[in-house]
């Protein structure tokens, strides 16, 4: 069956960065795209980056020019390196992809930006 399993969350100082990795199994990773969404207190879970196989990314506004996603095939495992961390950062992050029409979610990771 599809599992993701994040790792690397953690409470940083605003400015700092951390680096969440997600290891994929069940799926063909080479060809998936994988995403990264985190979901805030009382907010709706939001896309933060996304990778497809090809190596296109999309990110939003908010995260653009201080969180990179990338993927290594070779340990079907994609990363987000977020840098210049802010409060506003603060959300559980969750890695995704949808295989054979179905969205997997892996359990989520805290990532808490706070002095």
């Known amino acids: 069956q599809v599992q993701l399993v994040e790792s690397g969350g953690g409470l940083v100082q605003p400015g700092g960065s951390l680096r969440l990795s997600c290891a994929a199994s069940?799926?063909?990773?080479?060809?998936?795209?994988m995403n990264w969404y985190r979901q805030g207190p009382g907010e709706q879970r939001e896309l933060v980056a996304a990778?497809?196989?090809?190596?296109?990314?999309n990110y939003a506004d908010s995260v653009k020019g201080r969180f990179a996603i990338s993927r290594d095939n070779a340990k079907n495992t994609v990363y987000l390196q977020m840098n210049t961390l802010k409060v506003e950062d603060t959300a559980v992050y969750y890695c995704?992809?949808?295989?054979?029409?179905?969205?997997?979610w892996g359990q989520g990771t805290q990532v808490t930006v706070s002095s």
């Open positions: 069940g799926i063909i990773f080479r060809i998936s795209t």
């Open positions: 990778l497809t196989s090809s190596g296109h990314t």
């Open positions: 995704n992809v949808r295989w054979w029409g179905t969205d997997y």
